[in-house]
Structure formats: C-alpha cells, structure tokens
C-alpha cells in the first residue's frame, strides 16, 4: 500500500537525518549516527527488492534508534513518542506517522520467545536492515564496543550463553560479550524477513563463524 508522501520528501528526509544526528551526538560507538546511516543504507538497499512505501521504510530507517531503551533505563516509549512529536510537527500524514511509530515499536530482538505485534512490508525491511548491521564485521565491532562500555568481561569460560532468556532477564543480563554471539547475533540469519537480507546475512553469519573459530583457538593457545 502507498500512502500520501509530504510535498518535498526529499526536504523531510534530509530534516529527519539532521533531527537524528542532534539526537545522537553523545551516542555510544554502535548506536550513533553512523550505525542509522549504515542501516538506512541498507534499508533502501533491500527495499530495491520489495513492494514497499519507500518514504516509510526511509524514516523507520533513521528514526528506528533515537532513543534506544538501553539508554534510557528500560523504557521503550521514548524513541516512538519523540518520533510522532517530530513528524506531527513537519506536517507528516498521520497515517505515515503511526506507521512508523509501529516499526519503532516492534523491530528490535528483545530476547525471549517475545511476539511481535505489528506486521508491514516496510517493518520487514527496516528490521533486517538493523538486523544485518548486528552481524558481520561491523557486527562484531559493535558487539565489544558495547560489552567495553558496559564494562563485560571478553569471555569466562565458567559462563555458558543463556539461550532461553525471558525478555526482561535479556535486558538485564550482564553476561560476557562472547555469550552475546550465542544469544543474539548467529540467531538472526534464521530471522530474516526477505531474501535479499537473507542473502546478506549468510555471509556475515558465516563470516562470524570463522571469527569465533579464531577466538576460541587463540584463547586455548593453538593459533
């Protein structure tokens, strides 16, 4: 379905991307203005390939992390609130809005067996797009970026992966970054909505396999 677009799209796109990099400006290293523009990147890149309101998978695309409830102490109403604020004020279709809001609301992982609530074409899109910059080279680097920040230990062996977490005991966890591989990031490829990021994610799947083989041989001293 295509629904009304603003007269200049272009001139509301390029406001979102300011709006967000203001919002983002003292991001931790994975969640920043670099890791919007990565998977907006990649939503347009998959969308290519689908039936789909270009406009809405754009600013799913760039809103989807301004206010990511890690920061923000659990609390998962702040991203969707600001986005709607914002585009009420640039005159954004109300329907285009509470579109959004639902992909906001509905494409992170959150561990568990939780339901996602909401179904679109464009969440499909925006959601591995997200997805596909957790995985991979980029994946990995953003995977210790946050267990640093968050001060994890690399590794201990004596801490096996949780892989039946519950979704608040995901969020609390403060396990070791190499678990996080085995709880979230090889689960994803599995996940994937469309084939085009399918496709993508095997080869940073199997590019985060080789990754762990090297690990675990140099931590046992064989390479």
């Avoid at 007269?7 to 390029?14: A, G, K, P």
């Avoid at 994975?30 to 939503?43: L, Q, S």
């Avoid at 609390?172 to 709880?183: C, D, G, L, Q, R």
């Amino acid at each position: 379905m295509f629904y009304f677009k603003p007269m200049n799209t272009q001139h509301l796109i390029e406001t979102t991307i300011d709006f967000v990099k203001a919002q983002l400006v003292d991001a931790e290293g994975g969640h920043d203005w670099f890791h919007i523009e990565r998977v907006y990147k990649n939503a347009i890149h998959i969308a290519k390939h689908e039936k789909v309101d270009l406009l809405i998978v754009s600013l799913g695309a760039l809103l989807h992390d301004i206010a990511d409830s890690k920061f923000h102490d659990g609390d998962e109403t702040i991203g969707p609130q600001l986005t709607r604020e914002f585009l009420f004020k640039q005159n954004v279709d109300s329907i285009v809005i509470e579109h959004v809001v639902k992909i906001i609301e509905n494409i992170s992982f959150k561990g568990g067996n939780e339901t996602q609530k909401f179904k679109s074409a464009e969440l499909d899109v925006v959601q591995d797009a997200d997805r596909l910059d957790a995985i991979g080279a980029i994946g990995i680097a953003r995977c210790f970026n946050y267990g640093g920040f968050k001060n994890r230990a690399l590794y201990n062996p004596d801490i096996a992966p949780n892989l039946s977490m519950t979704k608040e005991e995901y969020k609390a966890s403060k396990a070791p970054t190499i678990n996080h591989f085995y709880e979230k990031l090889l689960l994803l490829k599995d996940r994937m909505n469309t084939k085009t990021g399918q496709k993508i994610a095997q080869k940073r799947h199997d590019f985060m396999l080789q990754y762990l083989d090297q690990f675990f041989d140099e931590w046992d001293g064989k390479a």
